[in-house]
């Protein structure tokens, strides 16, 4: 016959040998089981309100660096209109002048590497590089570059289309960098030639290196194709390191934004992240922080946890220890009152101490329930530590938001340039801090704005406004200033360092334009006419926002009664 042993027997012998073990026991299990339910669940719920927190913070981080990203872009562009004007200037393209303007263009422009102009009649060019890196020895693959980039260019000469390369290492600075194309259009619209420009990212570098929080969070640009253009680690950047892998990066081609908690192959590790693309790049902003680094603070909250529950679990044993010991009552009372524990550990509630207990069941009744008690205020201590994390958290969210509103004060709604109180505001400082140089103002209303709305309604006077304004954001220097003055058909352009001739000439070049480009809108062409006045002053601390305004509407409206096509300098 097989005799079968039970493995757990000698730990039932020993137990069963002393009612001071059992009871000791029971004090064990009715102090973890709880714990053990109980806190995977506290963790899990906290744990998930700081994710879901997190995630909606990096998403708008995320988010709030496309728009400056844009603007950066279109600055480039917009620098290119404005050597585009300067080479037009010039008789015959002379060859020294063209390179002294260029030299002086790379110059002023930080990103700037190298420019190409390749003129279309007569398929020559002129390459110049940035002086600080001419002594390079890469410089002379650089121009080898740059002739392959106009041999390739050299014969379209119909082409006329302005565009962006996709990002690419730079032979010369080894870091990221793309390539402008800009096509010079004369005024009958005949292609002089094309300039090409090598430009530095330095300042997606810049912008994302401002993004810094916990010991691991940061900010990452990448291109269309997972490369690196901007990151905290500036070998990956000079290597343009690929994050293809990374899931995230695979989920920028499939949505705009949104956020994703994912394992990070390029960090090896698990990371939460949120990203934004950057739609007319094809770039895409990713804001990521490890996820170690988040649940690190609970850590420590829940090491503290149970190193009080285990010290109290040793303070329970030892008043079960001294009870048992105090009890002196027949076998047949012990025997009721030990069937009466049995029953009651299984559900694990105290309740009220039964009548005419025993003195010590009583102290370790009462014992047993302070316990229970301080476990339950360790417990809403964690829940109110949780709540005032997540609180300031949604503190940080409100604070981001503010201050994109913040950045919208400063626009007219309606056209999207400068409004009036902005305008002022930085006139004022350039008054104060450019004193002995001139400032040029120039003022202008449309003449037959109000027959317009009058004949055609509101929505076409804000079509014009809205063409207005556009004409004078693409054909102004970018350290000038167009606003919208009043809200209605008053526009206003500060010219910095102005002078007589160039203002006179900016504002002819304008008067032109918008006379010459007449609004389209249900087959119904609204042509435009333009009053101006202009005044230019050199700044002296007796020169004033208010003084300089009132002059110019003083010679706008001397122009509306002499002529409205004339224009006059004061």
């Not at 009871?23 to 714990?35: D, E, G, Q, R």
């Not at 002089?192 to 810094?212: D, P």
């Not at 390029?266 to 804001?287: K, P, Q, R, T, Y």
């Not at 997540?390 to 509103?405: A, F, G, W, Y």
């Given at each position: 016959?097989?005799?079968?042993?039970?493995?757990?027997?000698?730990?039932?012998?020993?137990?069963?040998?002393?009612?001071?073990?059992?009871?000791m026991?029971?004090?064990?299990?009715?102090?973890?089981?709880?714990?053990?339910?109980?806190?995977?669940?506290?963790?899990?719920?906290?744990?998930?309100?700081?994710?879901?927190?997190?995630?909606v913070?990096?998403?708008?981080?995320?988010?709030?660096?496309?728009?400056?990203?844009?603007?950066?872009?279109?600055s480039?562009?917009?620098?290119?209109?404005?050597?585009?004007?300067?080479?037009?200037?010039?008789?015959?393209?002379?060859?020294?002048?063209?390179?002294?303007?260029?030299?002086?263009?790379?110059?002023?422009?930080?990103?700037?590497?190298?420019?190409?102009?390749?003129?279309?009649?007569?398929a020559?060019?002129t390459?110049?590089?940035k002086?600080?890196?001419?002594?390079?020895?890469?410089?002379?693959?650089?121009?080898?570059?740059?002739?392959?980039i106009?041999?390739?260019?050299?014969?379209?000469?119909?082409?006329?289309?302005?565009?962006?390369?996709?990002v690419?290492?730079?032979?010369?600075?080894?870091?990221?960098?793309?390539?402008?194309?800009?096509?010079?259009?004369?005024?009958?619209n005949?292609?002089?030639?094309?300039?090409?420009?090598?430009?530095?990212?330095g300042?997606?570098?810049?912008?994302?290196?401002?993004?810094?929080f916990?010991?691991?969070?940061h900010?990452?640009?990448?291109?269309?194709?997972?490369?690196?253009?901007?990151?905290?680690?500036?070998?990956?950047?000079?290597?343009?390191?690929?994050?293809s892998?990374?899931?995230?990066?695979?989920?920028?081609?499939?949505?705009?934004?949104?956020?994703?908690?994912?394992?990070?192959?390029?960090?090896?590790?698990?990371v939460?992240?949120?990203?934004?693309?950057?739609?007319?790049?094809?770039?895409g902003?990713?804001?990521?922080?490890?996820?170690?680094?988040?649940?690190?603070?609970?850590?420590?909250?829940?090491?503290?946890?149970?190193?009080?529950?285990?010290?109290?679990v040793?303070?329970?044993?030892?008043?079960?220890?001294?009870?048992?010991?105090?009890?002196?009552?027949?076998l047949?009372?012990?025997?009721?009152?030990a069937?009466?524990?049995?029953?009651?550990?299984?559900?694990y509630?105290?309740?009220?101490?039964?009548?005419?207990s025993?003195?010590e069941i009583?102290?370790l009744?009462?014992?047993?329930?302070?316990?229970?008690?301080?476990?339950?205020?360790?417990?809403?201590?964690?829940k109110?530590?949780?709540?005032?994390?997540?609180?300031?958290?949604?503190?940080?969210?409100?604070?981001?938001?503010?201050?994109?509103?913040?950045?919208?004060?400063?626009?007219?709604?309606?056209?999207?340039?400068?409004?009036?109180?902005c305008?002022?505001?930085?006139?004022?400082?350039?008054?104060?801090?450019?004193?002995?140089?001139?400032?040029?103002?120039i003022?202008?209303d449309?003449?037959?704005?109000?027959?317009?709305?009058?004949?055609?309604?509101?929505?076409t006077?804000?079509?014009?406004?809205?063409?207005?304004?556009?004409?004078?954001?693409?054909?102004?220097?970018?350290?000038d200033?167009?606003?919208r003055?009043?809200?209605?058909?008053r526009?206003?352009?500060?010219?910095?360092?102005?002078?007589p001739?160039?203002?006179?000439?900016?504002?002819?070049?304008?008067?032109?334009?918008?006379?010459?480009?007449?609004?389209?809108?249900?087959?119904?062409?609204?042509?435009?006419?333009?009053?101006?006045?202009?005044?230019?002053?050199?700044?002296?601390?007796?020169l004033?926002?208010?003084?300089?305004?009132a002059?110019?509407?003083?010679?706008?409206?001397?122009?509306?009664?002499?002529?409205?096509?004339?224009?006059?300098?004061?």
């Amino acid at each position: 016959m097989i005799k079968i042993i039970n493995p757990l027997s000698p730990i039932f012998d020993y137990l069963s040998q002393s009612i001071s073990r059992m009871i000791m026991l029971t004090f064990i299990l009715a102090l973890s089981l709880p714990l053990v339910f109980l806190l995977p669940s506290l963790n899990e719920n906290i744990w998930d309100d700081v994710r879901n927190d997190n995630l909606v913070k990096h998403k708008l981080l995320a988010t709030s660096l496309v728009e400056p990203i844009k603007l950066k872009v279109l600055s480039y562009q917009s620098s290119l209109k404005s050597l585009d004007s300067q080479l037009q200037s010039i008789d015959s393209f002379d060859q020294k002048s063209v390179e002294l303007i260029i030299k002086d263009f790379i110059e002023v422009k930080e990103d700037v590497i190298a420019v190409t102009l390749l003129l279309s009649e007569n398929a020559s060019f002129t390459t110049t590089v940035k002086e600080e890196f001419q002594l390079s020895p890469r410089y002379a693959n650089q121009r080898k570059d740059l002739d392959y980039i106009v041999s390739e260019n050299r014969y379209r000469i119909h082409d006329t289309e302005n565009s962006i390369s996709a990002v690419f290492k730079s032979t010369i600075s080894t870091q990221p960098a793309i390539l402008l194309r800009h096509h010079i259009i004369a005024k009958d619209n005949m292609k002089i030639g094309t300039l090409f420009v090598e430009t530095r990212l330095g300042y997606m570098q810049q912008i994302c290196g401002q993004i810094s929080f916990g010991n691991k969070g940061h900010c990452a640009i990448v291109d269309n194709e997972g490369k690196i253009i901007a990151h905290p680690n500036a070998a990956w950047v000079s290597q343009m390191k690929s994050l293809s892998n990374d899931k995230i990066v695979q989920q920028l081609k499939h949505s705009s934004s949104g956020t994703l908690d994912y394992f990070s192959s390029a960090n090896n590790e698990a990371v939460i992240g949120g990203f934004a693309m950057v739609d007319s790049l094809d770039w895409g902003v990713i804001i990521s922080q490890p996820k170690a680094e988040i649940d690190s603070p609970f850590a420590g909250i829940k090491n503290a946890i149970f190193i009080w529950v285990g010290f109290g679990v040793l303070v329970a044993l030892f008043i079960a220890f001294i009870v048992t010991r105090m009890i002196t009552r027949p076998l047949n009372t012990l025997v009721a009152k030990a069937k009466e524990l049995d029953v009651r550990s299984d559900t694990y509630r105290l309740g009220e101490v039964p009548n005419r207990s025993p003195i010590e069941i009583k102290v370790l009744w009462r014992h047993l329930a302070k316990l229970i008690v301080d476990f339950q205020e360790a417990n809403s201590e964690v829940k109110s530590l949780s709540g005032s994390l997540s609180k300031d958290l949604r503190k940080v969210v409100i604070e981001l938001r503010e201050t994109n509103l913040k950045k919208t004060r400063n626009v007219d709604l309606l056209t999207g340039i400068t409004n009036k109180e902005c305008f002022k505001t930085e006139l004022g400082k350039s008054l104060q801090i450019h004193a002995g140089e001139e400032v040029g103002i120039i003022l202008f209303d449309i003449d037959n704005y109000k027959s317009i709305v009058t004949k055609s309604g509101q929505n076409t006077g804000n079509d014009v406004l809205k063409h207005v304004a556009n004409i004078l954001r693409n054909n102004i220097r970018s350290g000038d200033m167009a606003v919208r003055y009043n809200d209605k058909d008053r526009f206003a352009i500060y010219i910095n360092s102005s002078n007589p001739e160039s203002l006179q000439g900016t504002a002819n070049k304008l008067h032109a334009l918008v006379e010459s480009s007449p609004v389209i809108k249900e087959n119904d062409a609204y042509h435009l006419d333009l009053s101006m006045g202009l005044v230019i002053e050199t700044i002296n601390e007796k020169l004033t926002v208010g003084s300089l305004m009132a002059e110019a509407e003083r010679v706008l409206e001397d122009s509306k009664y002499q002529d409205q096509s004339t224009t006059k300098v004061a």
